[in-house]
């Protein structure tokens, strides 16, 4: 599922926010229909707990917090350290490099669908897993897969029901700040982590909330979303034509696509992890591209053929 900070800030319009709404009624019964035992959370972060001064292309966490940036929940995840260091190790045994973080702070790219889907963040147990997609240069889309893929290799040996949530836009290029074109003030932010003051959160949710009204009314530079990209990149999903996605490049995601298109690298993972069980079959399939919110917006959920 996608996520977005102006989901919880005033400016989009009803009408959006029903339909959205709509779609993740239908994600949160199909979830407390499946009753998980445990979830696993691929989500990116926006230069809130992870920062260039140590930049992981993957990180599975032991311990997390939410920081509670654009009203989502602050505190403390229920993460099952015990199961979550047994994946790390799995994950590095079947080649892949992962990071650990027995401190891991997540913002809204996790805390936000699990609120959506739970009501409470802090209720599932939970095994958060960044995949860094914003901060370049990134890896190729085949080594997210594997990721995926050694994630649902170790899950198959538990005897739990698991659900595997992917939270990311599609295409969008919203306005984050980058090592080229931030200010000396957003680099110490973005490379040294330096915390952010109540009235800077509250500036920087001023500009999110003027950029959105300024795209969608046409009159921001901002690259266009691409509803094409977006159905092709469903399309593939849908059928579980998995390794087709490791033709595209970064460079080429980003021109077609925005520079945070790149999240899309959590439903590469979660699809990847649940295709290690064999076919699938999608059955929720939202799609909607929204201005509003600077993102096209899509929920699926999936389950095994």
Known sequence: MSHSPLLNLPGPSQDLLDDINSALADARKFVREYDPELVVIFAPDHYNGFFY?????????????????????????????????????????????????????????????????????AQPSVIPIFINSVATPLGPI???????????????TLANRVLVVGSGGLSHDPPVPTLVSASPSALERIVHGRPMTSEQRQARQVAVMAAAHDFAHGESQLQPLNPAWDHRLLEILDHGHLADLDSWSNSWIAHEAGNS?????????????????????????????????????????????
């Not at 311990?63 to 940036?69: S, T």
């Not at 085949?142 to 198959?156: F, I, T």
């Not at 690298?265 to 591209?289: D, E, I, S």
């Open 261 to 305: 298109a790149h999240e899309i690298r959590t439903w590469v993972a979660a699809f990847a992890a649940l295709a290690t069980q064999g076919a699938y079959k999608t059955l929720l399939r939202y799609y909607r591209p929204a201005p509003e919110l600077i993102a096209a917006f899509a929920v699926r959920t999936a389950v095994r053929a």
């Open 53 to 121: 001064k140590l930049m992981p292309p993957f990180c599975i966490g032991t311990a997390a917090e939410g920081v509670g940036d654009y009203g989502t929940q602050a505190g403390p995840l229920n993460v099952p350290a015990d199961i979550a260091t047994a994946c790390a190790e799995a994950v590095l045994d079947a080649g892949v490099d992962v990071a650990i973080s027995a401190s891991m702070q997540v913002d809204h790219g996790a805390v936000q669908p699990l609120q959506a889907l739970f009501g409470d963040a």
């Open 142 to 156: 085949r080594r997210v897969r594997a990721l995926g893929e050694a994630v649902g290799g170790y899950l198959a």
